[in-house]
């Protein structure tokens, strides 16, 4: 068990607003680059997740009240989280992590909230350039139990 929890780990994150603009985006142990701007990713991730969202909303039998929550590939889970004013927050990690909600749902109402929501001099509207949430952010994602700096 020890050797595969080293392995967990989280990949990245991103912010976007309602319209799809990415307001924040941090790495922790990606390994493989896209190969494209990072303009062009966002656009790509909040493009993917707009499809996605229809798609389970339309196929399910039942209305979805949290609707899509993750998915995963062979390599990695994609764990969304919207909040009620259209924020989304995205997060890669590796298999291992089956639910990362709670952590989602943490980053939002604890460290956005405070950090720039009730801080008067940022504008949670353009690109999110507090020095203070990027490192409370950092200090959270480095003290969850399912990361590694060390993955593979």
């Not at 050797?3 to 994150?13: D, F, G, I, K, W």
């Not at 190969?35 to 039942?62: A, D, H, N, Q, T």
């Amino acid at each position: 068990m020890n050797s595969y929890c080293t392995r967990m780990t989280v990949h990245n994150l991103y912010i976007f607003d309602r319209n799809g603009s990415c307001l924040y985006y941090n790495e922790w142990n990606r390994k493989k680059q896209a190969g494209i701007s990072k303009e062009e990713e966002f656009k790509l991730m909040y493009g993917m997740l707009f499809s996605i969202r229809s798609f389970v909303s339309k196929m399910s039998p039942l209305d979805m009240k949290e609707g899509f929550l993750s998915f995963q590939t062979s390599r990695y889970r994609l764990h969304y989280y919207e909040t009620p004013s259209g924020l989304r927050f995205v997060m890669n990690t590796d298999l291992s992590v089956s639910n990362a909600r709670e952590t989602l749902q943490h980053i939002y109402s604890n460290l956005y909230v405070e950090y720039i929501v009730k801080n008067p001099v940022c504008d949670s509207t353009h690109s999110l350039d507090s020095e203070l949430f990027s490192s409370r952010l950092d200090a959270f994602i480095r003290a969850l139990p399912y990361y590694s700096p060390r993955a593979a």
